[in-house]
């Protein structure tokens, strides 16, 4: 069987993807022609609490991702022979919309 798109997700709540199990997604990945890999980043985290985030340096409201945990995501993730070279979507609040 060929896949014809491979779609890796990397999210500390992988559970909110679920609904990629349904309708016509759901039909392309049981067909073969999807493939969506959802990864939790807590996998690449080397603590006991699986620690992903931090306080922002200087103070402020909110938190601040780990680099480190993403890197060894992303360097896993690549080395994957079987996949194409892939094209790296980071959704965040202030960017445009993905259309």
């Given at each position: 069987?060929?896949?014809?798109?491979?779609?890796?997700?990397?999210?500390?709540?992988?559970?909110?993807?679920?609904?990629?199990?349904?309708?016509?997604?759901?039909?392309?990945?049981?067909g073969g022609t999807l493939s969506i890999d959802i990864y939790d980043l807590r996998r690449w985290?080397?603590?006991?609490?699986?620690?992903?985030?931090?306080?922002?340096?200087?103070?402020?409201?909110?938190?601040?991702?780990?680099?480190?945990?993403?890197?060894?995501?992303?360097?896993?993730?690549?080395?994957?022979?079987?996949?194409?070279?892939?094209?790296?979507?980071?959704?965040?609040?202030?960017?445009?919309?993905?259309?």
């Amino acid at each position: 069987m060929v896949v014809d798109v491979y779609i890796d997700i990397v999210s500390i709540f992988p559970d909110y993807f679920a609904p990629l199990d349904q309708a016509l997604i759901g039909k392309a990945r049981e067909g073969g022609t999807l493939s969506i890999d959802i990864y939790d980043l807590r996998r690449w985290t080397g603590d006991l609490h699986r620690t992903v985030d931090d306080t922002p340096y200087g103070g402020g409201g909110g938190m601040v991702m780990l680099p480190q945990p993403w890197g060894e995501a992303l360097d896993d993730l690549r080395s994957d022979p079987n996949k194409p070279e892939p094209r790296l979507v980071v959704p965040t609040p202030s960017g445009k919309p993905f259309t």
